[in-house]
C-alpha cells in the first residue's frame, strides 16, 4: 500500500502541469520537474552506491531523457 501511495505522489507532482491545460508548456514544466526530481533521486542514490551525487544524478537524468525521448516517439508514431 505505501509503494502504491509512494507512485501516486510522485506521479501527481509531474503530472500537475497539465491539470492547467497550457499546452506545450506543461510538457515543458513537466519535463523540469520530471528532470530535477530525477536528479534528486539520482543523487540521494549515493548515499548506498559511493559514487559522487552529480554522476549520480546526472545517469538518472541521463537514462530518463532516453526514456522521454522514446515514449514521446512512440507516441507521436501511434497518433493518429
Do not use: Q, R
Amino acid at each position: 500500500v505505501l509503494t502504491f501511495i509512494a507512485f501516486i505522489l510522485g506521479n501527481l507532482v509531474a503530472l500537475f502541469p497539465y491539470f492547467f491545460n497550457l499546452g506545450m508548456i506543461s510538457l515543458i514544466l513537466s519535463s523540469i520537474v520530471s528532470f530535477s526530481m530525477l536528479f534528486v533521486a539520482g543523487a540521494l542514490k549515493t548515499k548506498i552506491t559511493g559514487e559522487k551525487p552529480w554522476k549520480g544524478g546526472l545517469e538518472m537524468v541521463l537514462i530518463g531523457i532516453v526514456a522521454f525521448i522514446i515514449s514521446y516517439s512512440v507516441g507521436i508514431f501511434l497518433e493518429p
